[in-house]
């Protein structure tokens, strides 16, 4: 059991994008200075880790939400708009600048994968959050192969590696039912394929 929480804890939707921004100034062709990488890591750290984290601290305080997992579909509709008005900023932010235009992808796609989530609200279920984010990354990465014609097949392979071992310990939590788990990652991949043939 303490592994499974420990997989869902260092592989949370808001861990993941600062990972994955990390492995693309690692492994991707890019113009970005290092003065400006120490930035940008810490920006989106700021804006994806530490806002969050202090929006479910300020929710729990007034109890609109039960716990820091945000469990129930009811306690999920605040988190989640909040998520989608923030990343369009940012998406916003980065699409502004040429050489960051490739995050502006990322996060608009992953606006458009939260979207999807808060629309099967309305259904009940309950999306996973966690394997929506990982999904995203593999979507983005998939699309940052074919725009930049480099072989990111190693990436790849351990974020599928990666996102086996989190629906496996999402579903042992009881987090989840399968279905939710797949439409996670299913809609992280397309959105962020649709982010990228649109823009």
């Known amino acids: 059991m303490r592994l499974y929480k420990f997989i869902s804890i260092i592989l949370h939707p808001i861990v993941l994008p600062t990972i994955g921004v990390i492995i693309y100034l690692i492994f991707l062709p890019h113009t970005i200075i290092e ?19 202090g929006v479910l601290i300020l929710l729990k305080g007034l109890n609109l939400i039960n716990s820091f997992k945000v469990q129930s579909i009811k306690e999920r509709k605040i988190p ?30 992953t606006t458009l994968g939260l979207i999807l989530v808060y629309l099967f609200i309305i259904f009940q279920i309950k999306v996973s959050l966690h394997l929506l984010s990982i999904g995203s990354l593999i ?24 996102s086996g071992l989190l629906a496996s310990a999402r579903l042992h939590l009881k987090a989840h039912e399968p279905k939710e788990v797949y439409l996670g990652v299913l809609f ?12």
């Open 139 to 162: 979507g983005f990465f998939m699309m940052m192969g074919f725009e930049y014609s480099t072989s990111v097949a190693p990436i790849i392979l351990v974020l599928i590696l990666l």
């Open 35 to 53: 003065k400006q990488r120490l930035y940008l890591i810490g920006y989106i750290f700021i804006i994806t880790y530490l806002i969050p984290l």
């Open 80 to 109: 989640l708009f909040l998520m989608i008005l923030l990343f369009t900023i940012i998406g916003n932010i980065f699409m502004k600048s040429l050489n960051l235009r490739d995050f502006g992808v990322l996060f608009y796609g």
């Open 188 to 199: 992280g991949i397309s959105s962020q394929i649709c982010a990228y043939c649109i823009l």
